[in-house]
DNA sequence: TCTCCTTTTTAGAATCATTCTAATTTTTGG
DNA sequence: CCAAAAATTAGAATGATTCTAAAAAGGAGA
């Protein structure tokens, strides 16, 4: 693990937002002024591959990444803002009725966020 | 609802597939060889405002559109082919946990399909 | 430490799905 | 039939992401 890719993933985990790549970037440049966006991306993209960071592609909106703990998105209808939601596990349901084992799953709810709804 | 709009919401309702634009697009044009792709894009997205459709945004691949009937989506890790899965409904169970209505939620499974298996 | 080979980073061009713009055509309501 | 609104068209523009080729950094062995 090279030292952009420690760096990054670092931010990824320590924050408390789902970041964009160039929020990712920007925040890399305070420490790394010299580090370039692809750098950003090549790392970022090794990450995912790595399955140590997940990205999160979110329809009508440009990607953003987050940390593996195991958690779900509220995603709010209106504004699009993203929360985490610690709903359970529904691995072995899944599985059990699906009849094999699955490498994970990624579950998105759509409702109206309270900054929203007032 | 005009015509092209109508013609392809049938086209994505009676597909089997998960369509892209191009594929809309190019179905499409059998019947009607005059039409021109940003018509394709502008009643899709109509249909995806109005909840007539599903887009379906998946890391990795091109936008696809899915008719509206509650399913969940397996996609293959390997080689990311994406199959329908009815899944039980979990509205209530999430409602219950959130304390509050959602709008729906999007659940997608990683899974390795008995084609990639093999 | 020096050399060789691999990996990473860099700069900038290229890609390409999607959106936008402005003009034209079609549809609709009175 | 006419005027206003909506839909379609052609083609340019956008912009996030990827690609390319060169430069820099890192690592292993002698």
Known sequence: MT???AKILDI????????????????????????VLATVY???NKLV???QVIKLSIEGQI???DKVTKHDH?????????SDFYFSDLTS????ELGGVID???LRIRYVCPDCKK
């Open 63 to 65: 990607d953003r990444y």
């Open 42 to 44: 090549n790392n970022v």
């Open 49 to 51: 591959s790595n399955r």
């Open 104 to 106: 994970g799953y990624d």
């Open 12 to 35: 990824i985990n320590t924050s408390q937002k789902h970041m964009t790549i160039d929020e990712i970037y920007n925040t890399l440049k305070q420490d790394e002024p010299k580090v």
């Open 3 to 5: 030292k952009y890719e």
């Open 74 to 82: 509220l995603i709010c209808s209106v504004c699009g803002k993203i």
């Open 93 to 96: 349901k899944l599985e059990k």
